[in-house]
């Protein structure tokens, strides 16, 4: 596949995934004057297209808090690019880029962001046996994915790869504010909460500056604070993962962070193989038994942790993990077609019965 074709599809997944909003103002003969005005801001920030819809009473607060969170992912964008090429000693340098740098020499002092993420990481991996781990990075380096020159790795490079990953290596000092990767060659990749983290901080900065609705969809990563204006919840689909112009499923949602990992988002294909990104830690290759997990919760971080590890994992070990979580739950569609959802969404969520999907738990209400 040619990087056009992968910026497009980027592009598609960042405005397909997750965002069929609908938005309707109820009709009524209250005084439009009183009531909050949507202001929309975009950027492409974190490979993918960041939009914020924000109802403030104010145009001049409504534009600042959509500045406030673009702001804000650049800012962990910023903290996680792996591949920030700059001189170490630049003090605006990537955590992560000088963490892999460092790699087997020395510990790094990094921000209490980084930290938190790394922290909240460690403990979701734990919690999945490894299904999700931050170290990915050779790995990902060995297929190619992150900067677009794709390969498919031979039995030793995999190998190889595999003896450089390992969370538990992480050795991060609290006091210190440090992290330190052990052996050479070792790296880090946040790739799979920094989207998630972004929002959440960015939900952080809304809620400072007192705005009560807005919706903040980065890719596969959307939240939506509060209700929409007229009360009523917010409307998010699930992108059919085999047809990227329609749906399996609505949800209704309000104070949640909605968050799906895909097979349909970066991928290449060899030999009539398609190769996609989201890759097993356990033995090196794409995770091939789900084509799309969507995790629904009340952080956006660890809705985007969950949402990787319960796609390696698979519908049933995958199911029984995000059924021990609180407020959490979770829609899987594996590689046949089958659609299981946890039971916590049974009234907010609607499928549409397209794409010949089988639906697992039986038929399901909640208007849409």
């Known amino acids: 596949m040619d990087k056009g074709g992968m910026f497009l599809r980027r592009q598609l997944a960042a405005v397909g995934i997750l965002a069929w909003f609908i938005f309707m103002m109820g009709a009524g003969c209250a005084d439009r004057s009183t009531q909050p005005q949507e202001y929309i801001r975009e950027d492409f920030v974190m490979n993918t297209l960041i939009q914020v819809r924000v109802f403030a009473a104010e145009a001049e607060s409504g534009q600042k808090a959509g500045q406030e969170v673009l702001d804000e992912f650049t800012r962990i964008d910023h903290l996680t690019d792996r591949f920030a090429e700059k001189n170490l000693s630049d003090p605006e340098i990537s955590d992560v880029y000088r963490i892999n740098q460092n790699a087997g020499i020395r510990p790094v002092p990094v921000s209490k962001d980084t930290l938190t993420m790394l922290e909240r990481g460690s403990y979701f991996s734990t919690m999945c046996s490894g299904a999700f781990d931050v170290t990915v990075g050779p790995l990902m380096n060995l297929w190619g994915f992150g900067q677009a020159q794709y390969h498919v790795p031979s039995t030793e490079e995999l190998k190889s790869g595999l003896e450089l990953v390992g969370y538990q290596q992480v050795v991060v000092d609290k006091t210190r504010k440090t992290?330190?990767?052990?052996?050479?060659?070792?790296?880090?990749?946040?790739?799979?909460?920094?989207?998630?983290?972004?929002?959440?901080?960015?939900?952080?900065?809304?809620?400072?500056?007192?705005?009560?609705?807005?919706?903040?969809?980065?890719?596969?990563?959307?939240?939506?604070?509060?209700?929409?204006?007229?009360?009523?919840?917010?409307?998010?689909?699930?992108?059919?993962?085999?047809?990227?112009?329609?749906?399996?499923?609505?949800?209704?949602?309000?104070?949640?962070?909605?968050?799906?990992?895909?097979?349909?988002?970066?991928?290449?294909?060899?030999?009539?193989?398609?190769?996609?990104?989201?890759?097993?830690?356990?033995?090196?290759?794409?995770?091939?038994?789900?084509?799309?997990?969507?995790?629904?919760?009340?952080?956006?971080?660890?809705?985007?942790?969950?949402?990787?590890?319960?796609?390696?994992?698979?519908?049933?070990?995958?199911?029984?993990?995000?059924?021990?979580?609180?407020?959490?739950?979770?829609?899987?569609?594996?590689?046949?077609?089958?659609?299981?959802?946890?039971?916590?969404?049974?009234?907010?969520?609607?499928?549409?019965?397209?794409?010949?999907?089988?639906?697992?738990?039986?038929?399901v209400g909640g208007d849409s």
């Open 179 to 363: 992290v330190f990767l052990p052996e050479k060659g070792m790296e880090i990749d946040l790739g799979g909460i920094a989207k998630g983290y972004a929002t959440d901080k960015a939900v952080q900065k809304l809620r400072q500056m007192g705005i009560e609705s807005a919706l903040i969809n980065a890719g596969g990563s959307v939240y939506a604070l509060g209700s929409k204006p007229d009360g009523e919840p917010w409307l998010v689909g699930i992108q059919d993962p085999r047809d990227e112009k329609n749906l399996v499923a609505c949800l209704r949602i309000k104070d949640t962070a909605v968050v799906t990992s895909g097979d349909y988002e970066r991928y290449f294909t060899r030999d009539g193989v398609c190769y996609h990104h989201i890759l097993d830690p356990a033995t090196g290759q794409p995770a091939r038994s789900i084509m799309s997990s969507t995790i629904v919760a009340p952080s956006a971080a660890d809705a985007d942790v969950l949402s990787t590890a319960l796609f390696v994992l698979g519908s049933g070990p995958g199911m029984e993990l995000v059924n021990k979580i609180s407020a959490t739950d979770a829609v899987l569609v594996d590689d046949l077609g089958n659609i299981t959802f946890s039971e916590g969404l049974s009234n907010q969520i609607k499928f549409t019965g397209g794409g010949g999907y089988t639906l697992q738990n039986g038929e």
